[in-house]
């Protein structure tokens, strides 16, 4: 399957340092994406999302700030709010912040 979207989730920490970067894959699987996945109620959900990917990647480090960006094919931009298994996900790492890219095409800060 070609990918559709790359989407890349970046964690900081708390002096907005980056951590690590996580990317969506189309045909790799965790047992965290599973059990995330599961506990918001779409277990069909198991290729790992880049957010999830991230957290992963972060270890025993703080992740503070965590920016989420969605671009096509082409490199064009697009939404890139984080969906319900990430969310869970996001909320249970203790993240603090997140940024995203609405609908509009506006960068969101979502205080956690």
């Known amino acids: 399957m070609k990918n559709r979207y790359t989407i890349t989730a970046v964690c900081l920490n708390k002096h907005n340092r980056p951590i690590c ?18 506990k918001v109620g779409h ?3 198991i290729y790992i999302h880049a957010e999830i990917q991230a957290l992963i990647r972060s270890g025993d480090n703080q992740v503070h700030v965590m920016c989420v960006t969605r671009e096509d094919i082409l490199g064009n931009s697009l939404p890139s709010k984080p969906c319900p298994v990430c969310y869970e996900a996001i909320r249970a790492y203790g993240v603090k912040y997140i940024y995203y890219m609405d609908e509009n095409h506006i960068f969101v800060t979502e205080k956690l």
């Open 43 to 45: 277990p069909q959900r």
């Open 21 to 38: 970067v996580g990317e969506n894959s189309y045909k790799k699987t965790h047992p965290l994406q599973a059990y995330f996945a599961k």
